[in-house]
């Protein structure tokens, strides 16, 4: 069993590496999560202003609350208890943009994921399908929550080695320099409950408010 703190097997590790790879036909790469009009506006305009950006949005921002959904939905009792944490997800979306990311993520999600693994799963936002996504298949919780978080800040690296444009080298530096940020952050918000949720990130909050008016814009959100 793998369990909510057992140690992964290969194979949760293989099936989590599939899911978050970007093969996997969700369409992250189509949105930036407000990173564009920070890149637009000259708030972020180097590697260095673009790695406090991507910590910020880990730490303080939807990347820890988005931990907080993934674990609540992983932790469910029912059906009940995991609609009302999705609720609460579209209900922690700070823009109109924000709301049609993690939907359409998350239908995404949920509709090659039901088919190719054979779960009944409703329509959710995006952490909260992945939570219960791998619930259903009994994957560890902590690891899919690492892998989450940085497939998340991966393709806000990847956002910015567009736009600014940052190198690709120097892009990967980036991944490597975050991701034990989002294996800390995954860590903190393996035991908390939807009480914790919260966010000081605010500029990343009216990031997403801009975009949506941008004139001229790559990305979705």
Not at 7 to 33: C, E, K, M, N, R
Not at 41 to 68: H, K, M, Y
Not at 69 to 90: G, I, P, S, T, W
Request: aromatic share 10%.
């Amino acid at each position: 069993m793998a369990g909510h703190m057992a140690t992964p097997t290969d194979s949760d590790i293989l099936t989590l590496t599939q899911w978050f790879s970007p093969a996997y036909p969700v369409g992250g790469f189509a949105y930036s999560h407000g990173l564009e009009w920070a890149i637009e506006s000259s708030d972020v305009t180097d590697a260095q202003q673009t790695r406090a950006w991507i910590a910020d949005v880990l730490q303080f921002g939807s990347g820890r609350n988005d931990g907080i959904f993934l674990m609540a939905a992983y932790k469910a009792k029912d059906k009940k208890e995991l609609l009302e944490v999705d609720a609460k997800a579209r209900a922690f979306c700070a823009s109109s943009e924000r709301l049609s990311e993690t939907l359409l993520l998350g239908t995404a999600f949920c509709s090659v994921t039901a088919n190719v693994w054979e779960i009944n799963m409703p329509k959710l936002t995006y952490p909260v399908a992945v939570g219960y996504a791998a619930h259903c298949q009994n994957l560890p919780s902590g690891l899919t929550c690492q892998m989450f978080l940085q497939s998340f800040m991966a393709n806000l690296v990847a956002c910015a080695t567009r736009l600014i444009p940052l190198g690709q080298t120097e892009g990967q530096h980036l991944i490597r320099e975050l991701t034990p940020l989002c294996a800390e952050v995954a860590q903190q918000v393996q035991d908390s409950d939807l009480d914790a949720l919260g966010s000081t990130a605010f500029l990343c909050d009216v990031a997403s408010m801009k975009h949506e008016r941008q004139y001229s814009r790559i990305f979705r959100t």
